[in-house]
Structures are given as C-alpha cells and as structure tokens.
C-alpha cells in the first residue's frame, strides 16, 4: 500500500543540544527536545512561541477565501 504522503521524520536532537536548551529554558528534556525541532532554542523564541502577539496571526477572513477558491478549482 502506497502513502498518499511523503513523510520526512526530524533527526534526533543531541544530547548537548537538549541539556542547553533544558536549562536555558527551564523546561523537561522531552519539551526540549520538541522545541529543537521547532527552532524554538533562546530565551526571545520561547517567550515568542509562549506568549504569541496578534499580529503573528493569519486573518481568518483569509481562509473562506482559500476555501472558496479550492472548491472553485477542485470543481474543474
């Protein structure tokens, strides 16, 4: 059976690169490690990532637009 998706699996973060982020967060090595893979590795993008700002948002009005515009091409 074939996969309609081609998924790509994220290295493996390393030991050192999980103890820094660890405590340089003061997180669990697990979150670390869910957060390397996510580029999520300072101070700056933690509290970007914990405490997001609206305008980092996508204006939802945008979507029924793109759905509008899928089913319209879908349909062809």
Do not use: E, G
């Not at 998706?5 to 669990?28: E, F, G, M, R």
């Amino acid at each position: 059976m074939d996969s309609r998706y081609d998924w790509q699996y994220l290295d493996t973060p390393d030991n050192t690169q999980i103890n820094a982020v660890t405590a340089a967060l003061k997180v669990s090595p697990f979150l670390a490690q869910q957060l390397i893979r996510r580029r999520i590795m300072t101070k700056d993008a933690w509290d970007k990532f914990q405490h997001p700002d609206l305008s980092q948002l996508h204006d939802p009005f945008c979507y029924t637009i793109w759905i509008k515009r899928s089913l319209a091409f879908n349909r062809r």
